[in-house]
């Protein structure tokens, strides 16, 4: 069974438009975070969620909007796609929100906007 | 504030040669150090971290770590390479403060040479 697992695994769009990438843990565990991967492989934290509550929340542009129903999920939601969107976005998820606890990765969604 | 320099974005050894991948942070409080790495299209694995209790830190796949305070480093080492080796490995740093932000270095790129 997969620990961490995101739909869609690859996503090409055309600028304007709005998407969503979501991600489910069956881990368990309390806490889950959005990592926005550049193309040069710059790994970055946009949000994390404690709970379903959001506890962290980068400087990212009002057009990414988390939501997350319940503790074992946490979707992003994009409006008005970009160019500069085009990443890796990876979901993670951890035991609990304290700093030693080991985050698990999902596989990645690959977004292309065009 | 918190942040990590990996020294060599591509490192290349020989199968069974020594894998040396530098790390050192920049941190005003005690940190605690990880090493995560990423296969070809996967998401981030944890290899090991350091969570201020013994110094030298050993990890899954023959991989160990090295705390030096006075250096602040934390560099990634095994023994012997081996062609699964080959990947991109990760260092993070995170500090307290409630929760966990995890602040990620820039990546160094691993290839075997056979």
């Known amino acids: 069974d997969t620990a961490v697992s995101q739909t869609p695994k690859y996503l090409v769009t055309q600028m304007g438009n709005d998407k969503s990438i979501k991600c489910e843990q069956n881990?368990?565990?309390?806490?889950m975070y959005w990592y926005k991967q550049d193309s040069k492989k710059f790994l970055k934290i946009m949000f994390s969620?404690?709970?379903?509550?959001?506890?962290i929340n980068e400087t990212v542009p009002n057009r990414f909007s988390p939501k997350s129903p319940d503790k074992a999920h946490l979707n992003l939601h994009i409006n008005s796609l970009e160019l500069g969107d085009s990443a890796v976005y990876f979901c993670?998820?951890?035991?609990?929100?304290?700093?030693?606890?080991?985050?698990?990765f999902g596989p990645g969604t690959r977004l292309l906007v065009l | 504030a918190q942040s990590v320099t990996q020294l060599g974005s591509h490192v290349s050894v020989s199968e069974g040669a020594l894998v040396l991948l530098r790390c050192n942070y920049s941190?005003?409080?005690?940190?605690?150090l990880f090493w995560y790495v990423q296969y070809p299209n996967q998401g981030l694995q944890l290899l090991l971290k350091?969570?201020?209790?013994?110094?030298l830190v050993k990890g899954i796949n023959g991989f160990e770590a090295e705390f030096k305070k006075s250096e602040t480093s934390f560099h990634l080492t095994k023994p012997s390479a081996h062609m699964s080796d080959a990947a991109e490995y990760f260092c993070?740093?995170?500090?307290?403060?409630?929760?966990?932000?995890?602040?990620f270095g820039t990546g160094t790129k691993l290839q075997v040479i056979p």
């Open positions: 993670a998820s951890s035991q609990e929100d304290r700093i030693q606890e080991t985050q698990y």
């Open positions: 881990l368990g565990h309390d806490t």
């Open positions: 969620y404690n709970n379903k509550e959001l506890i």
């Open positions: 941190s005003s409080v005690p940190p605690y």
């Open positions: 350091y969570t201020s209790a013994a110094t």
């Open positions: 993070a740093v995170t500090l307290g403060g409630g929760y966990q932000k995890v602040t």
